[in-house]
């Protein structure tokens, strides 16, 4: 967008008027049959790819219980150069493992909440009567 249009829509807002704005010149299309009618957002979609990826939390806890239970009797590693390489591998990638199973998590509800906000955002951006049930009758 051009400087000078973003100026005009700013002077019209502020004058109390409306202002109409077209974005990648993709025609505005209420009647569904241009691009604009052709995306859609469903809220379950992005509910159910947040609980999944909330739920790889569990999988991951229970790979790092695995890799504890795969490490006793290290003990001290002092004099043994191969020991102390594997504890120190050990305790970068259970560092790492345990930062992704809480990445999961936090990206999980991200996503769950963008469903929502998107939802939210398509009703808002609905011209007035577009997409409600119409009662059907003469």
Known sequence: MAWDEWERLKADVAAGGSSHMQLNHVPMDPGGSGASGKLKSHKKTWTKAGEDTKGLRDAIGKALGKL???????????????????????????????????????????????????????????????????????
């Open 68 to 138: 504890d239970d795969g490490q006793p009797g290290l003990g001290d590693t002092a004099g043994c150069l191969s020991a102390a390489a594997q504890q120190e591998l050990y305790e970068s990638w259970k560092k790492y493992v345990g930062d992704v199973k809480q990445r999961a998590g936090e990206l999980g509800g991200v996503m769950e909440r963008s469903g929502h906000d998107e939802r939210r955002l398509d009703r808002a951006a609905r011209p007035h009567g577009y997409g409600r049930s119409r009662p059907h009758g003469p």
